[in-house]
C-alpha cells in the first residue's frame, strides 16, 4: 500500500507538471538568464478568520507566489526576477520550507514597463508555447460566449453608448460575521468584460443589462486572458429610476436595441 507521503509526492508533481509554464529565470543584473518550469499561484486563499471580539469575516492571503522544481533550479535568491513573458514577470521574496521537490517563493509582480526592460527577444526560442495556459485561456473564452449578455456601457451619462457582451458573475461566500455569531452570505457582483471590447473599465461607468438592471462600476481586478472582471453596485428602486430619467437613448440607434 503506498504511504500518504509518496501519494502527495506524487500528487504535487502531478500538480507541477500540468500546471507549469515556461520562464527566465534572472538572478541578478548580468547573471545568465535560466529556463525553468514553474507554477504560478496567483489565487487569492483564505487565510484564516478574526478572531477578536469585535473583529469579523475572514482573511485573504492574495500574495503571489512561485513554484520551483528543484531539479532546475536547487536555490532561488531573494530579489531575482522571473520573466514569463515582454508583459509578465515577477520579482522574488521569501522562501517558504521546501516540500518534497519543489520550493515555494513569495513573488511581486512587476509592471508591464518593468518586465519589457528586462525582456529579450531571443528568449522566446527557449520558451515553448504553455499548454496549460493556452487551454486556460480557451476555457475562459468558451464560458464567457456561453454565459454573456448583450449590454450598454456607459462612461458617463453624456457620454458615448457602447455595446458590449459582458458577463454578469456573483460570488457567493459564507463569512462570518463575528465569532458568537452565525455565518451569512457575502454576494459580490462583477461584470466581466472582454478586454477586445473594453481594454480600461473605468470607475463610477455605469452597465445597463435592461431597465430593470443596471450596475455601478468599481475597482477592476487585474486583466487575465483577454478578460477583465470589476466589481459592481446595481442600482435599486429610485436610484434607478433615475438615473434612466436622465437618460435620453435614440429609440433608432441599434446600440439600445433591447436593452432599452
Request: proline share 8%.
Amino acid at each position: 500500500m503506498a504511504r500518504w507521503r509518496d501519494i502527495r509526492r506524487a500528487a504535487l508533481r502531478d500538480a507541477q507538471d500540468t500546471l507549469c509554464v515556461p520562464a527566465i529565470y534572472v538572478a541578478g543584473p548580468g547573471a545568465t538568464p535560466l529556463p525553468v518550469s514553474v507554477r504560478i499561484l496567483d489565487r487569492a486563499t483564505r487565510a484564516d478568520s478574526d478572531h477578536s471580539e469585535t473583529g469579523f469575516g475572514f482573511l485573504f492571503d492574495l500574495t503571489p507566489w512561485i513554484v520551483f522544481d528543484l531539479d532546475e533550479l536547487p536555490n532561488p535568491l531573494s530579489r531575482a526576477v522571473v520573466i514569463l513573458s515582454g508583459t509578465e514577470g515577477y520579482r522574488l521574496g521569501v522562501s517558504m520550507p521546501t516540500n518534497h521537490e519543489f520550493q515555494r517563493v513569495e513573488a511581486v509582480p512587476l509592471s508591464a514597463a518593468e518586465a519589457s526592460a528586462i525582456w529579450r527577444p531571443e528568449w522566446a526560442d527557449v520558451m515553448p508555447a504553455s499548454r496549460y495556459r493556452a487551454q486556460k485561456r480557451a476555457a475562459f473564452r468558451a464560458l464567457h460566449a456561453e454565459m454573456r449578455v448583450p449590454a450598454v456601457y456607459l462612461t458617463h451619462v453624456e457620454g458615448t453608448p457602447q455595446r458590449v457582451a459582458v458577463r454578469v458573475h456573483t460570488d457567493i461566500d459564507p463569512v462570518e460575521a463575528l465569532r458568537t455569531s452565525s455565518a451569512f452570505i457575502d454576494t459580490t457582483p462583477r461584470v466581466i468584460f472582454d478586454l477586445a471590447e473594453v481594454a480600461r473599465p473605468l470607475t463610477l461607468a455605469h452597465v445597463i443589462v435592461c431597465a430593470d438592471e443596471i450596475y455601478r462600476t468599481g475597482p477592476a481586478k487585474v486583466p487575465q486572458d483577454g478578460f477583465v472582471a470589476v466589481e459592481v453596485s446595481p442600482l435599486q428602486g429610485g436610484e434607478r429610476t433615475a438615473f434612466l430619467a436622465t437618460l435620453d437613448p435614440d429609440p433608432g440607434d441599434p446600440v439600445w436595441e433591447d436593452i432599452l
